[in-house]
């Protein structure tokens, strides 16, 4: 390449391969509706419970985006071995979450569940409060223990790109493109059965966790590799 050096050539990362790309989802439809598409290559059939709904007049792209409604609600997604790459391999979790003008919220933006021996090994879940993004993990006597926890910035009524990844045993927690948060998060050495393990969005391992003024989540994707 004329007029430019090897050192200067900039190697971009390899794109996932659909295979790698396990769920994606803009959360769009009709207002109050409680079904949404997986366009990942698994389809996946998400299961909306309690006042978990899609919302017209809060989104960032597309149509509608998600949102918990309050109380003891989210999405399911079914178990699926694939899912149990998320416990011990790399991944990449990434979307917009809407802050609302009322910063008194808490809610999980996508979280891991299993069930059966060895299934706390496995529960983890990426959070947003008020003031904080933290990847929390279920630990001794069901308590969540943060591995990552840092102050988001973020103002009320916005959108936010936010993202938590995991290289080997590192966890980022990114808002708008810069990290935020940095920490060692073994690799699971037990795992539950593969089958056992699904996924979660808007809610956190234990499926019932409350939410006060929850907030809005559209255009998700999880990858299986950073």
């Known amino acids: 390449m004329l007029g430019v050096s090897s050192q200067e050539i900039i190697r971009l990362p390899a794109l996932p391969l659909d295979s790698d790309v396990i769920f994606i989802s803009d959360f769009d439809g009709v207002d109050f509706a409680t079904i949404a598409v ?3 290559v698994k389809a996946a059939h998400m299961s909306f419970f309690g006042a978990a709904h899609l919302d017209v007049l809060i989104k960032k792209y597309g149509s509608a985006s998600y949102s918990a409604g309050g109380g003891t609600s989210g999405i399911k997604l079914p178990v699926d071995p694939d899912y149990a790459t998320l416990v011990n391999g790399d991944f990449t979790i990434d979307g ?11 809610t999980i933006i ?3 569940f299993a069930n ?6 496995s529960l983890w879940a990426f959070k947003i409060t008020s003031d904080t993004l933290r990847f929390s993990v279920q630990g001794i006597g069901g308590s969540a223990q943060d591995y990552a926890i840092a102050l988001h910035g ?3 009524g916005q959108f936010y790109y936010v993202a938590v990844c995991r290289c080997g ?11 935020i948060a940095k920490a060692i998060f073994p690799v699971r050495s037990l795992l539950p059965n593969p089958t056992t393990i699904g996924l979660s969005i808007g809610c956190d391992w234990d499926l019932t966790n ?3 003024i929850p907030d809005n989540i559209n255009a998700m994707h999880i990858t299986k590799k950073t």
């Not at 917009?96 to 808490?106: H, L, R």
């Not at 966890?171 to 990290?179: D, T």
């Open 38 to 40: 997986d366009r990942s």
């Open 210 to 212: 409350p939410y006060i």
């Open 110 to 112: 996508a979280g891991v």
């Open 169 to 179: 045993p590192v966890i980022r927690i990114f808002v708008e493109g810069v990290m």
């Open 154 to 156: 973020m103002l009320g």
């Open 116 to 121: 059966g021996a060895n299934a706390a090994q």
């Open 96 to 106: 917009y979450v809407y802050a609302p003008t009322a910063f008194n919220f808490n």
